[in-house]
């Protein structure tokens, strides 16, 4: 299949088949995909935490109104949010590309200057969005790539965050919930598998200028 028929046959699973598990290497690929996620400046001002734990899902499914893709999902991806982003955050990155390209630190000073002006004129409350916005695109590349791969997915928002932050314990890693994604396996009788996708007409939805 193509990757349009492939986007065509995903849709937000509701019912997973929970006697089914990704294999060591199909997490494997989705999160290296997800690792590959483009983010402003490459940043990544976020965490991806995939919980396999049944104790700590049975919990997190009480935290997002009972919905049961939480405990029924192979897996649940959580992608969190950084609570400081900062100059130190910035350095630590630039550390990373001058180890990973291996030039000089003064080479990229003016990219540094660039993205600490940039985290310095935000607010702590614009941070906070933009560090959403950046897990939201990951969020996206998740997405894409379990469907090219096979496997099913639900983007999530509907979970209460603070209950989130607590039973993972994300305020003492500086982080905070964004969006989570159970993934896994449809169920064969999950009816909205069945259903035509309903999306706009591309006469509708988009705007050719």
Excluded at 183 to 194: E, H, M, P, V
Aim: hydrophobic share 40%.
């Amino acid at each position: 299949m193509s990757l349009i028929d492939k986007l065509k046959w995903r849709y937000a699973t509701k019912k997973f088949d929970h006697t089914k598990k990704l294999s060591a290497e199909q997490l494997d690929s989705l999160l290296t995909a997800v690792q590959l996620a483009p983010s402003s400046y490459g940043l990544q001002s976020y965490k991806v935490l995939v919980v396999e734990n049944p104790e700590i899902r049975e919990k997190l499914r009480e935290a997002a109104y009972g919905q049961p893709q939480l405990t029924e999902a192979s897996h649940v991806i959580i992608f969190a949010s950084e609570t400081t982003i900062d100059e130190a955050l910035v350095a630590k990155y630039v550390d990373n590309i001058v180890e990973t390209r291996g030039i000089d630190r003064e080479h990229i000073a003016g990219f540094e200057q660039t993205m600490v002006g940039t985290v310095d004129r935000l607010s702590e409350d614009q941070k906070i969005t933009w560090s959403h916005k950046q897990a939201y695109i990951a969020l996206g590349v998740l997405l894409t790539a379990a469907a090219d791969l096979g496997i099913d997915a639900c983007p999530m928002e509907g979970f209460q965050n603070g209950k989130f932050d607590e039973i993972l314990g994300l305020k003492e890693k500086g982080l905070t919930a964004s969006v989570i994604a159970p993934i896994g396996f449809r169920s064969a009788d999950d009816d909205y598998s069945k259903l035509a996708k309903v999306r706009k007409p591309k006469a509708e939805l988009f705007i050719h200028i």
